[in-house]
C-alpha cells in the first residue's frame, strides 16, 4: 500500500473537482479523502496499491486537466486505512 497527498492548484473550486473526484475513485480500490482548502486549493490524499493510486491520478488529469495549473505530489508512510473515499470538510 502506498499513501500521497496531492495538492491541486488553479481553477478548483466551485468546478465539481470533489465530486468528480469522488466518482473516479469509485472506479478504483482506493480510500482517502479530498477537500477544499483556504487558499484555494484542493487536497487529495489516497491510499492503495500504487498500480490503483497512479490509475486514479491519471484520471483526475484526464478529467479535471483543464482547471490543474499546477499539482504537488507528497510521498507519506501509509497510515491506519481508509474505510472509504469521501468528500473532508
Do not use: K
Not at 472506479?27 to 477537500?35: A, E, I, L, Q
Not at 491510499?47 to 510521498?75: C, K
Amino acid at each position: 500500500m502506498i499513501r500521497r497527498r496531492v495538492f491541486y492548484e488553479g481553477r478548483v473550486q466551485g468546478v465539481g473537482f470533489r465530486a468528480t473526484t469522488c466518482q473516479l475513485a469509485a472506479n478504483h480500490s482506493v480510500g482517502g479523502t479530498v477537500r477544499n482548502l483556504d487558499d484555494g486549493r484542493v487536497e487529495l490524499v489516497v491510499e492503495g496499491t500504487e498500480p490503483e493510486v497512479e490509475a486514479l491520478l491519471t484520471a483526475i488529469r484526464s478529467a479535471l486537466g483543464r482547471f490543474i495549473r499546477d499539482e504537488w505530489i507528497e510521498i507519506l508512510p501509509p497510515g491506519e486505512p481508509f474505510s472509504e473515499f469521501r468528500v473532508a470538510y
